[in-house]
T-cell receptor, first 115, second 112 residues
Framework: KQEVTQIPAALSVPEGENLVLNCSFT??????LQWFRQDPGKGLTSLLL?????REQTSGRLNASLDKSSGRSTLYIAASQPGDSATYLC??????????????FGRGTSLIVHP | EPEVTQTPSHQVTQMGQEVILRCVPI?????FYWYRQILGQKVEFLVSFYNNEISEKSEIFDDQFSVERPDGSNFTLKIRSTKLEDSAMYFC??????????FGPGTRLTVL
């Protein structure tokens, strides 16, 4: 069974810092990995999706990398801003027995960026 | 920009009652999903729907749950006889292919 772990669980940093959020998964037979942002009491906003054949994806100040063999992905946030404060989730979609695509989510990293 | 919408934003019901949660996926999307998130817990997959039928469901999605696409735009989740433990945020999502999923804002279900 796929297990997804996100470290750290919480992070509080001053504005301007560059950040690395980590996501690890136990089964490397994945279809893709998606990073989301969730604001309190709100839905999930897709940030980046990395297909299993890709190594990284970039969008603005965000960069996500994927190392399937070691079961890891990192989300890099450059020059953090107070508006980046949210919970960041990663979700892994497997290629399992019978072609299952049921995604597994991590618990998330709760980020606070203070001015 | 197109977005997934969900109604109602908050639903309060008595234990044992039936509820229907509604979603309008992005119009050209073909894959639809329901997830739930119990307060303080992980997001959990419930069901995926493609070509007018369920393509996958989790262990959570038992006989009390059902999904339907009653017309060309709506996608609904019905819980037949709600239990206290069904209290959660329910998210609908859609995708064009089996790739990026776009989530709605969620419906907060409170079962008393």
């Amino acid at each position: 069974k796929q297990e997804v772990t996100q470290i750290p669980a919480a992070l509080s940093v001053p504005e301007g810092e560059n950040l690395v959020l980590n996501c690890s998964f136990t089964d490397s037979a994945i279809y893709n990995l998606q990073w989301f942002r969730q604001d309190p009491g709100k839905g999930l906003t897709s940030l980046l999706l990395i297909q299993s054949s890709q190594r990284e994806q970039t969008s603005g100040r965000l960069n996500a990398s994927l190392d399937k063999s070691s079961g890891r992905s990192t989300l890099y946030i450059a020059a953090s801003q107070p508006g980046d404060s949210a919970t960041y989730l990663c979700a892994v979609r497997p290629i399992g027995t019978g072609g299952s695509y049921i995604p597994t989510f991590g618990r998330g990293t709760s980020l606070i960026v203070h001015p | 920009e197109p977005e997934v919408t969900q109604t109602p934003s908050h639903q309060v019901t008595q234990m044992g009652q039936e509820v229907i949660l509604r979603c309008v996926p992005i119009s050209n999307h073909l894959y639809f999903y329901w997830y739930r998130q119990i307060l303080g817990q992980k997001v959990e997959f419930l069901v995926s729907f493609y070509n007018n039928e369920i393509s996958e469901k989790s262990e959570i999605f038992d006989d009390q749950f059902s999904v339907e696409r009653p017309d060309g735009s709506n996608f609904t989740l019905k819980i037949r006889s709600t239990k206290l433990e069904d209290s959660a945020m329910y998210f609908c999502a859609s995708s064009e292919h089996t790739d990026t999923q776009y989530f709605g804002p969620g419906t907060r279900l409170t079962v008393l």
